[in-house]
């Protein structure tokens, strides 16, 4: 979902035809009207697709109206499943925390305006640390019902996630197979657990966080992959839930994505 132009539109397209119904787009990823042109070759009614997109920073605050309205067109449709604010803000040293509060209540009631008149079905957060949601709970009306963050199991944000829980936002983990540096896939315990089930790496991955009640968000170029993503209908024991839970890094270098606890 991260590419542009023919390389999006032939992902959404493969995903769609592979059985895949929820789709995560965003107005920063330049291919709202890509995803669009998929959903409509795929023939897949649209009631039967989950679509996502996002509000980014830049269009915060005053233009959060427009910008909602503009991404529906982008995308051809009168309404979205779920409309996030992409980051609680830019990392601007010249934005004080009182201005960074007032453009995320002033989103906030923009996207509640969407939600009362239907032009998104549900809204929510993407990330947000746990002083964001705290402080969103002071303003908002219509409480958040997602929470979209980085999870992957070296980068596990126990306490955020609990927190998101606590408060009945449901979570979504995006870069839940990390990518980098990092290798992830191929950490010896997860092959490990992988070889017992004659599994992937990344199946595993995806099988823990489904069973953690996380929903993970993955894209790939390959068809392959794409279908083996799929293919999660198996299950974790307690002793492999608890191994991957201690893969736990919780380290700033095992963070795949920008830092936001340094947007005030």
């Avoid at 789709?23 to 709202?32: K, R």
């Avoid at 996380?214 to 839930?241: C, H, K, W, Y």
């Amino acid at each position: 979902m991260y590419q542009r132009g023919q390389d999006s539109f032939q992902q959404v397209l493969n995903g769609l035809q592979l059985g895949y119904r929820f789709i995560d787009t965003a107005s920063h990823y330049d291919n709202e009207s890509d995803v669009a042109q998929a959903v409509r070759e795929s023939q897949v009614q649209r009631e039967d697709v989950f679509l996502v997109t996002k509000i980014w920073f830049d269009d915060m605050g005053e233009k959060a109206p427009e910008a909602i309205l503009e991404s529906l067109k982008r995308l051809d449709t009168e309404y979205v499943d779920l409309l996030l604010m992409h980051f609680p803000g830019a990392n601007d040293a010249l934005q004080s925390p009182s201005a960074n509060r007032k453009r995320r209540e002033t989103t906030w009631r923009a996207m509640e305006e969407a939600k009362s008149s239907g032009r998104a079905k549900s809204i929510g957060v993407a990330n947000f640390t746990r002083r964001h949601l705290k402080e969103m709970f002071e303003y908002c009306r219509e409480p958040p019902s997602v929470l979209q963050t980085e999870i992957h199991p070296y980068f596990q944000q126990t306490k955020l996630v609990e927190f998101a829980v606590q408060k009945g936002l449901q979570v979504q983990s995006f870069s839940p197979l990390a990518h980098g540096e990092l290798n992830l896939l191929e950490d010896k315990v997860l092959k490990s657990i992988a070889a017992t089930h004659q599994k992937s790496t990344a199946q595993v991955v995806l099988r823990w966080l489904l069973q953690k009640s996380i929903l993970p968000i993955v894209f790939s170029r390959s068809r392959q992959r794409l279908a083996e993503n799929l293919d999660t209908n198996f299950q974790l024991s307690s002793g492999d839930m608890d191994r991957i839970s201690f893969l736990d890094r919780d380290m700033a270098e095992a963070r795949v994505g920008f830092d936001p606890n340094l947007i005030a």
